[in-house]
Nanobody, 119 residues
Framework: HVQLVESGGGLVQAGGSLRLSCAAS????????IGWYRHAPGKQRDLVAT???????NYADSVKGRFTISGDDAKNTVYLQMDSLKPEDTAVYYCKAIVHIGGFDYQYWGQGTQVTVSS
């Protein structure tokens, strides 16, 4: 079993910045892919940014040039640096990881962290 714990959400004015963190903990696992999704009221949960083992990174078009995903392998932690925030970035942000344990792949989600951008 793997646990994902997110932190770093909050309230910020438009144009401001926030950094989200997602720490993965557990026993004997490796991360195949990890990333961030967001769920705004009345909308579906959408991909924001993902990192795949080996270095491939993908961003949603709406955040390219403003958000940066990065990772610390030693800490099993992924970060999302969010700059030039807009009110439309307001959402609950979730961390998702695909991990490899004992020959099988499993998907885990964090509990979510609220990001609110005021105009």
């Amino acid at each position: 079993h793997v646990q994902l714990v997110e932190s770093g959400g909050g309230l910020v004015q438009a144009g401001g910045s926030l950094r989200l963190s997602c720490a993965a903990s557990g026993s004997s696992f490796s991360i195949n892919a990890i990333g961030w999704y967001r769920h705004a009221p009345g909308k579906q949960r959408d991909l924001v940014a993902t990192m795949i083992s080996g270095g491939s990174i993908n961003y949603a078009d709406s955040v390219k040039g403003r958000f940066t995903i990065s990772g610390d392998d030693a800490k099993n932690t992924v970060y999302l640096q969010m700059d030039s925030l807009k009110p439309e970035d307001t959402a609950v942000y979730y961390c998702k990881a695909i991990v490899h344990i004992g020959g099988f792949d499993y998907q885990y989600w964090g509990q979510g962290t609220q990001v609110t951008v005021s105009s």
